[in-house]
């Protein structure tokens, strides 16, 4: 059984930073690739960060230079660590990670960005 589970959302002023963590079951965790995504209001998901089981990543070019994506194969965990935030990065943010041609998501977690 394959979970994700994300925190560390919530409300930040323009210019503020946030760390999200997910944190993933099983014993997959260390053998994929894990990527970061957001969905704002009337907007498609969209994909912001990956990085492979061997720790090489990249960005879409919205977050480039703003976003760090990182993970603790001890813990399980993925991280999206975010500074610099602005009113447009408001959304959902979700990991994932693809397993057998099948997408696992977690329940997501909120990030406002807002004075």
């Known amino acids: 059984q394959v979970q994700l589970v994300e925190s560390g959302g919530g409300l930040v002023q323009p210019g503020g930073s946030l760390r999200l963590s997910c944190a993933a079951s099983?014993?997959?965790?260390?053998?994929?690739?894990m990527g970061w995504y957001r969905q704002a209001p009337g907007k498609q998901r969209e994909l912001l960060a990956r990085i492979t089981r061997g720790g090489s990543t990249n960005y879409a070019d919205s977050v480039k230079d703003r976003f760090t994506v990182s993970r603790d194969n001890a813990k399980n965990t993925v991280y999206l660590q975010m500074n610099s935030l602005k009113p447009e990065d408001t959304a959902v943010y979700y990991c994932n990670t693809k397993i057998n041609a099948r997408d696992y998501w977690g329940q997501g977690t909120q990030v406002t960005v807002s004075s």
């Open positions: 099983g014993t997959f965790f260390r053998i994929y690739d």
